[in-house]
């Protein structure tokens, strides 16, 4: 009976499994943090709702690519869920979705804020905090960019019509989050820090799968025909970050999302069918496959200046060293481009 609603026979068993994770263990991680032991609320709390934070970001992915479910409807109503878990609740799921499908299409980082103008033309004071807080790990950025989600309908005419649906939404969530801190401050701190891991990750991931080029482009638009953006170069400027090239299972932390060259070739096959398909289209040793641990360090070595660069840097040769240059790229995610 469920394969009838799963765009793939063999999804059936690995989609219930993910869903069942994320409508089960949210909530509990939740419970968790109330808990009133503060080790069991830090300890247990924090990384279960962290990962079922980041696990729901990916559920989304797949729902914008339609992968998960036969009907449209299903996918985009979970895809809405997960909007709602992962707090990107604020934007409609179909613009996510549509700026997402561009990314694709036009094989760029089509975004919806070009946050660098913005920063540049700051007071020198707010930049200078910005740029510290992003010194300090704190995912400024990406704070600036939801936050502009949050704004866009008060500030621009084309979304004015949403401003009353924002503002439900608003006051949901600030009931929600206020009965949160009724039952435990410490509670509300800790989601606090959770969502933050989960912003965390979600960057670090999406720092180094990318060379595009960017483009702020809030509605309708085309990107300059300045290059040959043909599927060799979207293969070329895609990277597969993988958390690990020997023990491919740790990649289902992040829902094998990080199997980005696969998932570029394919982009419908879901998520459970991404090993198998990077392992038949591309050699162990592929030059566009950078494991995880080599980018820690570029990822604290960049983690002020790439804020202000001019290009997310390069990719040079296959030897160890390949991704010295890399410096990452900022405020690309598929949460907020609108």
């Known amino acids: 009976m469920l394969a ?172 929600a989050f206020a009965l949160l801190a009724w039952v435990s401050k410490l509670a509300l701190l800790l989601y606090g820090v959770s969502y933050m891991i989960m912003l965390t990750v979600l960057r670090f991931t999406d720092a180094y799968q990318h060379t595009y080029d960017a483009f702020a482009i809030l509605e309708g638009g085309a990107i300059p025909q300045d290059k040959v953006r043909d599927r060799d170069y979207e293969q070329h400027n895609t990277y597969s970050n993988v958390v690990s090239v020997a023990h491919p299972v740790f990649n289902l932390l992040l829902l094998n999302f990080s199997y980005h060259n696969a998932h570029h070739e394919k982009p419908a096959a879901p998520w459970y069918q991404l090993p198998k398909l990077h392992a038949e289209l591309f050699p162990p040793e592929h030059v566009q496959t950078i494991p995880m641990r080599t980018l820690l360090a570029n990822f604290h070595r960049y983690r002020v200046s790439r804020i202000l660069a001019d290009d997310y840097g390069s990719v040079e040769g296959n030897g160890p060293d390949k991704a010295a240059n890399f410096k990452g790229a900022v405020g690309v995610s598929f949460l907020t481009a609108v």
């Open 4 to 175: 009838n609603y799963f765009r793939y026979p063999d999804g059936v068993a690995p989609n219930v499994l993910v869903l069942a994770y994320m409508l089960i263990g949210y909530p509990l991680g939740i419970a968790l943090l109330c808990a009133p032991s503060p080790w069991v609320a830090v300890l247990l709390g924090v990384p279960l709702v962290a990962h079922t934070l980041i696990i729901s970001a990916y559920l989304f992915h797949e729902f914008a690519h339609q992968s998960i479910f036969k009907s449209r409807e299903l996918n985009e109503r979970w895809g809405i869920l997960t909007t709602w878990i992962t707090g990107a609740c604020y934007a409609d799921f179909q613009h996510l979705r549509r700026k997402h499908m561009r990314h694709h299409v036009d094989r760029a980082d089509v975004i919806t804020f070009d946050f660098k103008a913005f920063l540049k033309a700051s007071p020198v004071w707010f930049r200078k905090l910005v740029l510290l807080l992003e010194w300090a790990y704190v995912p400024a950025v990406e704070l600036i960019m939801h936050s502009y989600v949050m704004v866009l309908p008060f500030i621009k005419a084309e979304r004015y019509k949403e401003r009353g649906r924002l503002l439900a939404i608003l006051a949901l969530r600030v009931t």
